[in-house]
């Protein structure tokens, strides 16, 4: 069964800075995707990034970037001049990617506070 | 932008009873999916519809859950007796159907079973 570890519950950025959110995975397969999921206090899961597991390049959408490391099974999620708005708890996510409409598997997720 | 809307936002039951989740994806998905997030916990799969069957289900969708696609637009998630462990956050998703498809999420109903 996959897995997704997310080691770091609390991390806190100046408005402004750059900040690298952690995860890792366990899987035995060779085709799948990895999410960003942004969760603000009002609970709605938000779709942030998206990266594909057989693309070398890594994703970047505006001020969020990932570093995707598929030999060591890393799959970090960089926000750069971070703003308030950001502030969220963070989910990393894996989906197996052989078929269509698989299940996500979630990490426990990374509270980050942005301060002012 | 299309978006998937949930209803009830918030939903109070007394255990035992039974409670319908209903959601409506975005149009054009035509899979569709339920997660449940207990306080302070990670979001958990639930199960996967398409085609007018459940496609996936984790070992937590056991009998006393059942998901249905009543009409062309609503897919809905029932509890039949709920217990106090039911509480949570319930979260519909949607995708097309392609390999590369994203689940896009609903805000969610929160269950406060009492």
């Known amino acids: 069964a996959q897995t997704v570890t997310q080691s770091q519950p609390e991390m806190s950025v100046q408005e402004a800075e750059t900040v690298t959110l952690s995860c890792t995975y366990d899987?035995?397969?060779?085709?799948?995707?990895l999410f960003w999921y942004k969760q603000p206090p009002s609970r709605q899961m938000i779709l942030v990034i998206r990266?594909?597991?057989?693309?070398?390049q890594n994703a970047t959408e505006n001020r969020f970037s990932v570093n995707f490391q598929k030999a060591a099974k890393s799959f970090s999620l960089k926000i750069s001049d971070s703003q308030l708005g950001d502030a969220a708890m963070y989910f990393c996510?894996?989906?197996?990617?052989?078929?269509?409409?698989?299940?996500?598997?979630f990490g426990e997720g990374t509270q980050l506070t942005v301060n002012p | 932008e299309p978006e998937v809307t949930q209803t009830p936002s918030h939903q109070v039951t007394q255990m035992g009873q039974e409670v319908i989740l209903r959601c409506v994806p975005i149009s054009n998905h035509l899979y569709f999916y339920w997660y449940r997030q207990i306080l302070g916990q990670k979001v958990e799969f639930l199960v996967s519809?398409?085609?007018?069957?459940?496609?996936?289900k984790s070992e937590i969708f056991d009998d006393q859950f059942s998901v249905e696609r009543p009409d062309g637009s609503n897919f809905t998630l029932k509890i039949r007796s709920t217990k106090l462990e039911d509480s949570a956050m319930y979260f519909c998703?949607?995708?097309?159907?392609?390999?590369?498809?994203?689940?896009?999420f609903g805000p969610g109903t929160r269950l406060t079973v009492l």
């Open positions: 990266q594909e597991a057989y693309k070398q």
């Open positions: 519809f398409y085609n007018n069957e459940i496609s996936e």
């Open positions: 996510a894996y989906r197996r990617g052989e078929t269509s409409g698989s299940r996500l598997t």
């Open positions: 899987t035995s397969e060779s085709d799948y995707y």
């Open positions: 998703a949607s995708s097309e159907v392609v390999f590369t498809d994203t689940q896009y």
